[in-house]
């Protein structure tokens, strides 16, 4: 993510909403980015597709969406100023995760925001099987909200892996990213290289020659800079990382070839550890299994937008 001029906010009226929206708000004014609230209602839609009579289903759908709006129309005049262009959208919609990557088909924002689905336990959200789907599926940087509001100064880190393993160009799309957000949010950066701790000795070395090609392009003192050995979590957890940032910037997919899975990943550890945001990013090359032939025709009107 090199530019943020558009964001979607997913909202759901719960408590999570007040955290996201101060985000996003934020967001968009230090970036000048348009946002736009979009709630859709998964839950309403799987018990309209199961019920015995149809008759009444397109105008049961339409009383929803307008109810949906009116909420969405309040928070804007409620939290929204002049200073930021603002727009709204619901749908009725399931499996969720799917009704939010069709939104980004049509819209094709810079940026998706949506708070973790199940709640926080000590500063810690959870994520719910649609909010893995998304990870999977969405089809831009994703930043799933934990609740934790942001300081003036926020502090970002950028977690890389050190790896001949990490998918070719990922490595430097997440410094890039992190490097934008740290410049226009005035804030700090870190950037943490993941290693192995039962490596060889050559292969430490090539991969030390790669952190240091890295950390070429970037402008950091070398306390900003760490190697973090072993299981990532647990190393994360003890340099600091969420404790003392707020958005930790990932890759949103594994290594292996074929279907990624919902548990067992680095991002399940860490989104079961930290407090920290999670800014999930797909390599430019990855399609999204949600209606990949749509999202090659969205990606190609974003070229030519560009």
């Known amino acids: 993510m090199e530019k943020l001029t558009s964001i979607l906010v997913v909202l759901d009226r719960s408590s999570r909403d007040a955290h996201l929206l101060t985000k996003s708000l934020w967001l968009a004014r230090e970036f000048k980015a348009r946002v736009e609230f979009f709630w859709c209602d998964a839950e309403f839609e799987y018990t309209l597709r199961h019920v015995y009579d149809e008759r009444g289903l397109t105008q049961a759908r339409q009383a929803r969406v307008i109810h949906m709006r009116d909420y969405l129309q309040e928070l804007c005049a409620q939290h929204v100023g002049p200073d930021v262009d603002i727009s709204i959208d619901a749908a009725c919609d399931s499996p969720l995760y799917e009704g939010i990557v069709r939104k980004v088909f049509k819209t094709l924002p810079d940026l998706v925001m949506k708070a973790c689905a199940l709640g926080s336990s000590e500063g810690r959200g959870a994520l719910d099987v649609n909010d893995w789907q998304l990870v999977r599926t969405c089809p831009v940087p994703l930043l799933l909200s934990q609740g934790r509001l942001w300081p003036a100064r926020p502090r970002f880190a950028a977690a890389v892996d050190a790896s001949e393993m990490e998918t070719p160009g990922l490595a430097e799309m997440i410094l890039r990213t992190a490097e934008f957000l740290r410049d226009g949010c005035q804030g700090e950066l870190d950037i943490l290289f993941g290693e192995r701790r039962d490596i060889g000795g050559r292969t430490q070395d090539e991969h ?41 910037i990932l890759r949103a997919v594994n290594h292996r070839n074929g279907p990624t ?46």
């Open 208 to 248: 030390a020659a790669k952190v240091r090609l890295l950390r070429g392009e970037t402008q950091l003192a070398p306390d900003r800079i760490q190697i973090l050995a072993g299981d990532s979590a647990a190393a994360m957890t003890d340099s600091g990382v969420g404790q003392h940032h707020v958005v930790l």
């Open 261 to 306: 899975p919902l548990v067992g990943t680095i991002t399940d550890e860490l989104m079961n550890t930290l407090s920290s945001d999670f800014l999930l990013l797909r390599p430019s090359v990855s399609m999204s299994p949600v209606y990949a032939a749509d999202e090659a025709f969205a990606l190609n009107q974003r070229n030519q937008l560009q």
